[in-house]
């Protein structure tokens, strides 16, 4: 009978550890999918010397300092080869020669935690490369770039506000990297932004910010839906936001304004911006067009940023009625 019981207890210990090795061998797998090998090495700071076609070549970041890029990473496969040190592999691989430690449950720690530091929404899954208009997406991680935070404060967006809703895509064109301000779409594309720039990748589509509210505001395209969270006296209470991206998309809106009770337009102050708003207010009866209160001004950018004073006041306390703003009762304060 203790036989048996011995026995019994060496199998489900056996067992045990069968599992775990599966569940790590399965979780080891599921990393070196998940995550570009290219991105995990710009979050590290390692940047390729040059690109050609899927081959990303560096400077070998596990030898001694070389002159001549030895380092490949084949970005379609995800695996790196060293040719100075004849060896190649996965992510993990290359990983644990980086963090010096043939723990792969730690480097997998250490690489989750690579990726989650750098990515404001950890929902959103790494962009894998792709092309879009001649441009090969390489990834993307948190806004830190310190010319796009620069091009960010020139639109008179806080970083903090910036980083809330986009992210930094970089990417290859023509052999070059570059870096831009990216806004999602519900189709999983981006809106492009920054510095003397503006493209978008695809596939291009409407913007959904969907908290379940009873109401909805409208904005033509997303740096003017920033610009609205930087005017606390703008902001409607209990609302859902859509950004249209292209005036083109106007089509698209039905579907998503059926079961609102009322509709905030933040358009251009155009000819476009004004038939469309007359468009949205045959389709849906209960629309406010708030493009009145800034009239003068292009859009709620041009007003943000054009504008040589600010509302100094707190967002929890700036909900305004639903036939819109009033001016604020608080001291004004320069636009930074």
């Not at 020669?97 to 929902?123: A, N, Y």
């Not at 306390?317 to 304060?333: H, L, N, Q, V, Y």
Request: proline letters at 5%.
């Amino acid at each position: 009978m203790e036989r048996k019981e011995r026995k019994e207890r060496a199998e489900r210990g056996t067992n045990e550890r069968l599992r775990v090795k599966k569940k790590k061998n399965m979780n080891a797998k599921h990393i070196n999918q998940q995550y570009s090998l290219v991105e995990f090495l710009t979050v590290k700071g390692f940047q390729p010397v040059s690109i050609k076609g899927s081959d990303y070549w560096y400077r070998s970041m596990i030898r001694e300092t070389e002159q001549t890029a030895s380092f490949k990473v084949d970005s379609g496969k995800n695996l790196w080869y060293d040719h100075g040190m004849g060896k190649g592999g996965t992510l993990i691989d290359l990983a644990c020669l980086l963090f010096q430690t043939d723990d792969v449950k730690r480097v997998m720690r250490e690489i989750k935690s690579s990726f989650f530091s750098f990515h404001p929404h950890p929902t959103n899954k790494p962009i894998s490369a792709r092309k879009s208009k001649g441009l090969r997406v390489i990834g993307n991680h948190e806004l830190r770039d310190p010319k796009l935070m620069e091009y960010l404060q020139s639109r008179g967006i806080a970083p903090e506000v910036g980083s809330q809703f986009c992210t930094e895509l970089y990417y290859e064109n023509k052999g070059r990297l570059f870096r831009s301000i990216a806004f999602e779409n519900v189709s999983q594309g981006y809106e492009l932004s920054g510095p003397g720039f503006k493209s978008s990748l695809a596939p291009k589509d409407i913007s959904f910010l969907d908290n379940g509210r009873a109401k909805l505001s409208v904005f033509e395209g997303f740096m003017d839906f920033l610009s609205y969270q930087m005017l606390p006296v703008f902001h409607v209470a209990d609302s859902d936001y859509l950004i249209l991206n292209s005036l083109s998309f106007l089509s698209r809106t039905p579907a998503y304004i059926a079961r609102y009770e009322r509709l905030f337009l933040f358009l251009d102050n155009d000819k476009a911006g004004m038939k469309a708003a007359s468009q949205l207010r045959v389709r849906h009866p209960q629309v406010i067009d708030m493009s009145v209160f800034y009239s003068g001004h292009k859009d709620l950018n041009d007003f943000l940023t054009q504008t040589p004073i600010a509302y100094e006041q707190r967002a929890s306390d700036s909900t305004i009625p639903e036939t819109g703003p009033k001016a604020s009762t608080r001291p004004f304060r320069p636009v930074q």
